[in-house]
């Protein structure tokens, strides 16, 4: 079975969420910067799915090693509002403050495109809850930039292997930028039907 698809995304993490589920990964960057949009819509669900869309949208031309191409796009929902990717420092002490203590959702949504062109859209909800941090601490993290380019200014493999205080109920791929529990079984169907053609 094949198994290989095209990335629409520059994430390393999502790369190696895909490779570590056995897949081989070609990886290209969709000219639409999410990170620029500000968002305020009433479904943070349907929200990631249409920047999904817009994502894939911007890739063309799969391969025939490519089962599907894949792109993705991730929230923070904080009380009832979307938290996107922080354009700057102040804007990431603000996110990651807002979380403190408490709970938030972190939603992905994936479009995914096979080589006849038909789309296939899921999303998935993680919740996470996030302990209190010291203040030095976050300020030193604040101050390493890490919070660059991530979904509500942090990533949750990163921050638990730093030591916050996190918990995720859900898959915490899904947090990481794909919902590996479920996108594997969509692609595993479609490269089998690939293989039936």
Known sequence: MTKSVLLGSASPRRRRLLESAGWTVEQVAPAIDDGVIRLAPSS???TVEALAWFK???????????VAS???????????????????????????????????????GVCVRNRAGRRFFLNDVAEVRMGEIEPDRL????????????AGGYNLEDRIAGGWPIDCDGDP???????IRRLVPLLEDLAQAEERT
């Open 70 to 108: 894949v792109a993705a796009d991730t929230v923070c929902v904080v009380d009832g509002a979307i938290v996107g990717k922080p354009g700057d420092r102040t804007e990431a002490a603000g996110m990651i403050t807002r979380m403190l203590g408490r709970r938030h959702r972190t939603i992905t």
């Open 173 to 179: 791929a899904t947090v990481m930028g794909l919902p």
């Open 44 to 46: 943070p669900a349907r």
């Open 139 to 150: 300020e030193a993290y604040l101050d390493s930039g890490d919070w660059a380019g991530k």
């Open 56 to 66: 894939s949208a911007q890739i063309l031309g799969l391969a025939p090693a490519h």
